[in-house]
């Protein structure tokens, strides 16, 4: 039975100064998982101001600093964090530790899992769908960042699938949240995301590609959703806020012309 919760479904708080949202349905479950915002840190224009990638033009110097505040917000160690060199793949790594001193990223790949509560998974994005995962008898986690590639290459698939191969993972334990990125209405896209996604979803293409003015929308909540239920996985979480129409939250790379900065995702196992 498909267990998808109706869009909407995220909390806006605040912890230490800074603003995030939270999955709401998750509360209780024994994490730490947030989406943050562009609040409270200290990266100029057009960065302003919680500007969390080095690789958009901004100062490295402020980028540490303002990932210092979101995870000390969070209760977690600065040195927890695991990420990534994001490079719109299906590729998963398994991080057994927090980065190493010296380390700029665990690898070049699109998702992370572990098993381990002294890590912080970590990834950036400004468009590109944020999903959350969580099994509940193996109490493991994975972080996926899914572009239009990373989506029609089937990356939520594949955590699922790695999930099972590390851990044991029953699919049917898992549940997944779709955090804040550009929505359907806001994402044109052309002939060749359209051919690449009907690969992919076959005979449900049609819940996640719309035709809007003579032009053709690719819904990314939609399609990763059809993605992580056809690996198994029922409850399902579609947060519903959209990059671009909300980015005085929100770093939006179509909405601001590519000239932005990045939001985090934070997911880690409650120590």
Request: proline share 5%.
């Amino acid at each position: 039975m498909n267990a998808t919760q109706p869009a909407g479904d995220l909390t806006r708080a605040e912890h230490g100064g800074l603003i995030f949202y939270h999955v709401a349905a998750w509360a209780g479950l024994p994490l730490v998982h947030g989406f943050t915002t562009r609040h409270g840190g200290v990266s100029p224009e057009p960065f302003a101001g919680l500007n969390l990638s080095i690789s958009v033009g901004d100062t490295r110097a402020n980028v540490v600093e303002n990932r210092r505040r979101v995870f000390t917000a969070l209760g977690r160690a600065p040195d927890s964090i695991a990420d990534l060199w994001q490079v719109h793949s299906a590729d998963v790594i398994y991080a057994t530790a927090p980065r190493a001193p010296g380390q700029d990223h665990h690898g070049k790949a699109d998702a992370l899992i572990t098993d381990r509560p002294e890590v912080t998974l970590f990834l950036r994005f400004a468009d590109c769908v944020p999903i959350l995962l969580y099994d509940r008898a193996r109490h493991v986690i994975g972080l996926v960042h899914a572009g239009w590639r990373g989506t029609v290459s089937g990356v939520c698939a594949a955590t699922v699938s790695a999930l099972t191969r590390q851990f044991g993972t029953d699919p049917t334990d898992v549940v997944a949240a779709i955090g804040p990125s550009i929505s359907g209405p806001r994402y044109e896209v052309g002939p060749e995301v359209v051919t690449a996604a009907e690969a992919i979803l076959g005979d449900r293409a049609g819940e996640a590609l719309m035709s809007r003015s003579g032009k053709t929308h690719f819904d990314l909540w939609r399609a990763n959703a059809v993605v992580l239920e056809r690996a198994g996985v029922s409850a399902i979480t579609i947060g519903g806020l959209c990059t671009a129409d909300n980015t005085h939250d929100f770093y939006s790379h179509r909405a601001e012309q590519g000239r932005t900065g990045r939001f985090g995702a934070l997911l880690a196992l409650a120590q």
